[in-house]
């Protein structure tokens, strides 16, 4: 359950887990997924754009930026951890709304925040790195004339627009390292040459790595190559939502009700989520 800290507390150990060895940030999409989170003893957690769209029935980018300020409010209030928010790509087309949105974030209480570079155009997937960068140079604006203390993550969206260019990828990290962001982020690199390759682009800043696939990396691995911290996007809605749909899909089918078979048990959840 939520506990007495502070957000000011919540910021300071937040940026003190990004200043030596490797921890991993997961991605709940409700109340329940945090309380549970928190309860297995992670220190921060992360929200999902996509999950927190698809448990309002909604795909992901589709909420607006109001119903993620409740959201993100939502999630601080839900546990003591500190919070990163998915803050997608600020919610604004220029560098004025985007201060603005960040402002409204960190007042939410999150601990930090990510700004991308997607544009959500299929035939010009990622802005241009000056405009890009300026976007960025707002956020960090924003941020700092709130006390400074929400960590900012750059986040170069290559790898999952279609436009794996690794190259490409480092550039934008680096000037967004320059224009004030905290912490980087490349989604969808995998290999142990690229994550590599990022680390050492921008260091000594921290990286972020997700990891939402299967993969023979384990976080002692991740940790060697210099990762400062790992999240795991939707991965762990998706595998809710996995379950949910097996289940569902034999009932509809065949009639039959195997998919129950690694149901979690009311009890503990019960227990779980029974006030002490």
Known sequence: MPSSTTIADRRRAFRQLHDTGCFVIPNPWDIGSALYLQRLGFKALATTSSGAAWRHGMADGRMSVQQVL?????????TGLPVNADFEGGFADDVDGVARNVRLAV????????IEDSTGDADA???DIPTAVARMRAARAAIDAGGGDTLLVGRAENFIVGRPDLDDAIRRLQAYAE????????????????IAAVVAAVAPKPVNLLIGFPTDLTMGDIEAL?????????ALARSAWGGFMRSA?????????DGFASAAS???????????
């Open 125 to 127: 997937p990622l802005r």
């Open 107 to 114: 007042e939410t209480g999150v601990a930090g925040l990510s």
């Open 266 to 276: 009311g009890v503990e959840l019960n227990n779980l989520f029974r006030a002490p």
């Open 70 to 78: 409740v959201h993100l409010r939502e999630m601080v209030d839900a």
């Open 249 to 257: 899909q034999l009932i509809a089918s065949e009639g039959r009700f």
């Open 226 to 234: 210099g990762v400062r911290r790992v999240s795991v996007g939707g």
């Open 179 to 194: 224009a004030g962001a905290d912490c980087l982020y490349a989604p969808g690199i995998k290999t142990r040459e690229q």
